[in-house]
């Protein structure tokens, strides 16, 4: 498979991960990014973050950064193989 195949296939990968942890973030009232940097352009980052809920930071911060590093490393070895 070609390098241009490859990088699409892992995009688009990386995006359907994207989509679902919104969608699972947005059904259990967790902020997603496009939240907090709405929330920022209004109150301030600062005062945003203060007021964020502990399960938001925890899944904006650590889960979510991780789900799609995952996502890319698996679309990584996945697409290597062909």
Same mark, same amino acid.
């Given at each position: +498979?070609? &390098? =241009?195949?490859?990088?699409?296939?892992?995009? =688009?990968?990386?995006? /359907? !991960?994207?989509? /679902?942890?919104? +969608? %699972?973030? !947005?059904?259990?009232?967790?902020?997603?990014? *496009?939240?907090? &940097?709405?929330?920022?352009?209004?109150?301030?980052?600062?005062?945003t $973050?203060? !007021?964020?809920?502990?399960?938001?930071? $925890? %899944? /904006?911060?650590? =889960? *979510?950064?991780?789900?799609? @590093?995952?996502?890319? *490393?698996? @679309?990584?070895?996945? %697409?290597?193989?062909?």
């Amino acid at each position: +498979m070609n &390098i =241009v195949l490859k990088l699409f296939f892992s995009g =688009v990968l990386i995006f /359907l !991960t994207a989509l /679902l942890f919104n +969608m %699972f973030a !947005t059904h259990f009232g967790i902020s997603t990014w *496009y939240d907090l &940097i709405k929330e920022a352009g209004e109150w301030g980052i600062t005062n945003t $973050i203060k !007021t964020q809920k502990a399960a938001s930071l $925890i %899944f /904006l911060f650590l =889960v *979510y950064p991780f789900a799609l @590093g995952a996502a890319g *490393y698996l @679309g990584r070895i996945f %697409f290597n193989k062909s």
